[in-house]
């Protein structure tokens, strides 16, 4: 009997915001369980694994990061400090990206390159009797600790550093077995719980977020390793590592004791009275990723409402296309909503902190939409932030430039490669999701995954060329026969076009369907679909198979009325990966090209450009000299991330319909 296939009528790229459901939580499948074999992402790790971690390491080292932990050390003065304040931090970050890299694939050279730092860092700890840490503090201004007694933590970064050495305890245990850097955390949160806190202790609260989630790491660990209690050589109580985040949160908006920071840190209202995104881009996605953590652990509805808001705000109202998120460089900060420059700041940094928090809402509320916008940055803003050769790097990513604009060897704060590192390092671990339910696919990348489902041993392999094709082969096969769901996220990209209220509203599915189903080659006509996933619900054999088609037509992308800087200008997108026109001959400016609305594309696959790509082509046309007719244009849509990889160049990704709307030579 012939089964009609299903077409998924549901939201646009970012969908409208919809009534909250109550949270229902999942449990991210870890790195280290997660094999990926993709013709995608494997040869780009490789090039990061292989490049970027050696070259970014080297010149950290060059620059002196390493010798500020030297200097405290061996008991150098004032003017012995190298870099900027956030030095520490970025090692620290460096440090737990790559101790991801290691879960998958130890690295013998790696890891002592990296115990070498560590050793280097717990004898600089050691020489306070205190166990507190911050190279530039101790060097340059001792008696500002947190930013305290004149200081100011929004430059000082205390707390900002101290939550990126809890992060990276975390992960470079979970990845090693080794605790000497989990000792000096600990002794380092153990500390600051003494000394922040409600009166008598001190009201301090992040200049710059990341400590709020490192937290609750660090209680996580405890609570589901208490044998690493008996490891420390001082006590460990995990409860007040959480209540420490959770003042960082509540501190916010009350400014007893201390300056407030303002919008610029979230700090210009209490956190669950702040209805939107402000301030820094990526100290506001931070924090914003650390009340979705929070919430996770301590299950307050009022750390789960305000993450769901301030995430409404960011998506539906301030988030580029591509992912990018901070408008304007005054500030490397959230502008209005609906103010959205194709020149704006974009900073790397901002879209990953961005990603990190998509991850974390998608874990606390099981929705798909969240992990939608983390597809977005993954194919998007995150790679364009390295280039295509992994030793290049970018600060900013503009969705429009003129020739000038290109990455840089080296930086004077070169945040962005750690950010980077850590967010690919984590790549395995946004695979997977599961609960007692069953397994959760957010992500379409060939991968081997091993997980315990309601108790029993289940191992899925996926297979596909995504995003280049939207075919995806999935093998279940639980130890023994298992009754769960398998829940496979339906993309809002391959879903109809969206709400008037959408930010960005995708056009051209077509109408014979664009998701479908078959199991065990049985293709499946009534799927159930929940929280914008499609829910398998079976008796589960070993070798089962699911099968996904996708059908990844090119989308014409208009953006909400209300985002007047692509007013009649359209942008293409093609499966997750939003493309750019970027022109590198003197005859030819990107400015001078439009895309009519009738004008016809085809799509084709270039294995030896730009490592191989799905490039557009067709129906371009482009204005010369003043009063000159408009002609045909020899360019090609390429995909925004790999931008910057051929030469000095101009670039857009909002094209003009009008030829009156493009400009001329």
């Not at 050279?109 to 050691?126: F, K, M, N, S, V």
């Not at 100290?283 to 953590?293: I, N, S």
Request: aromatic residues 10%; proline residues 7%.
């Amino acid at each position: 009997m012939k089964v009609t296939m299903l077409l998924i009528a549901c939201f646009g790229a970012v969908a409208p915001q919809i009534q909250a459901a109550a949270p229902q939580p999942l449990e991210a499948v870890p790195v280290a369980r997660v094999l990926i074999d993709d013709a995608f992402w494997s040869p780009k790790l490789k090039v990061w694994r292989s490049v970027t971690i050696p070259d970014c390491l080297a010149k950290f080292e060059k620059d002196g990061a390493i010798r500020n932990f030297e200097n405290v050390r061996d008991g150098k003065g004032a003017g012995s400090h190298f870099g900027p304040p956030w030095y520490d931090g970025l090692i620290y970050e460096m440090i737990r990206g790559c101790a991801d890299f290691l879960a998958v694939q130890r690295d013998p050279a790696l890891e002592a390159r990296l115990d070498g730092y560590i050793e280097t860092i717990a004898a600089a700890q050691a020489k306070d009797p205190d166990s507190y840490l911050e190279t530039s503090t101790v060097l340059k201004e001792p008696n500002h600790r947190f930013g305290m007694n004149g200081g100011n933590d929004n430059w000082q970064h205390d707390v900002y550093n101290a939550g990126a050495m809890f992060e990276a305890a975390v992960h470079y245990y979970r990845a090693t077995g080794k605790t000497r850097l989990a000792t000096v955390a600990v002794r380092m949160a153990n500390y600051m719980a003494n000394f922040i806190g409600p009166s008598p202790r001190k009201n301090v609260i992040p200049g710059h977020s990341i400590a709020e989630e490192a937290l609750v790491k660090l209680y996580r660990l405890f609570v589901e390793h208490p044998e690493l209690k008996q490891q420390m050589p001082v006590a460990v109580e995990e409860s007040r590592y959480l209540r420490l985040a959770e003042f960082f949160i509540e501190a916010r908006g009350h400014y007893e004791g201390r300056a407030t920071f303002g919008p610029y840190g979230q700090d210009h209202k209490p956190v669950f009275q702040q209805e939107t995104i402000e301030g820094h881009a990526v100290r506001a996605t931070l924090m914003a990723a650390g009340v979705a953590a929070i919430a996770a652990a301590n299950n307050r509805p009022e750390y789960f409402a305000s993450a769901r808001r301030l995430w409404d705000n960011f998506t539906q109202r301030r988030l580029y296309i591509t992912g990018g998120a901070g408008a304007t460089a005054e500030g490397e900060a959230f502008a209005p909503d609906y103010v959205l420059p194709n020149d704006g700041y974009l900073e790397t940094c901002a879209a990953i902190g961005g990603a990190f928090f998509d991850h974390n809402l998608n874990l606390l509320a099981g929705e798909a939409r969240c992990a939608d916008e983390l597809e977005r940055v993954l194919y998007n803003s995150a790679p364009a932030g390295v280039s295509l050769a992994g030793d290049m790097y970018s600060y900013v990513n503009p969705l429009q430039y003129e020739r000038g604009h290109s990455r840089w060897k080296w930086h004077g704060c070169p945040c962005c490669p750690p950010m980077f590192l850590k967010i690919m390092g984590s790549l395995a671990g946004y695979v997977y999701a599961k609960d007692e339910r069953g397994v959760t696919v957010n992500l379409f990348i060939g991968s081997r995954a091993d997980m315990s489902i309601q108790g029993q041993p289940v191992i899925v392999r996926q297979t596909t060329r995504y995003p280049w094709d939207g075919a995806v082969r999935l093998e279940i096969s639980p130890a023994v026969d298992l009754e769960c769901d398998v829940r496979v996220r339906v993309p809002a990209w391959c879903q109809q076009e969206a709400s008037p209220d959408a930010l960005y509203r995708l056009q051209g599915v077509p109408a014979s369907g664009a998701f479908r189903v078959k199991i065990n080659g049985q293709e499946q006509s009534a799927l159930k679909i929940e929280r914008g996933y499609a829910v398998l619900h079976r008796v589960w054999h070993k070798g089962d198979t699911v099968e996904v088609a996708m059908d990844m037509p090119v989308r014409r992308v208009h953006a909400h009325p209300a985002v007047k800087s692509c007013e009649r200008r359209v942008a293409l997108q093609r499966g997750p990966v939003v493309c750019a026109v970027e022109t590198t001959s003197p005859g030819l400016r990107a400015r001078n090209v439009f895309l009519p609305p009738d004008a016809l594309l085809e799509v084709s696959f270039q294995p030896n450009l730009l490592g191989g790509v799905a490039v557009i082509r067709g129906g371009f046309q482009a204005r010369g000299k003043p009063n000159s007719s408009p002609h045909p244009a020899a360019v090609e849509a390429a995909p925004y991330f790999a931008y910057g990889n051929r030469g000095e160049g101009d670039l857009r990704v909002w094209l003009p319909e009008r030829a009156e709307d493009a400009q001329t030579n």
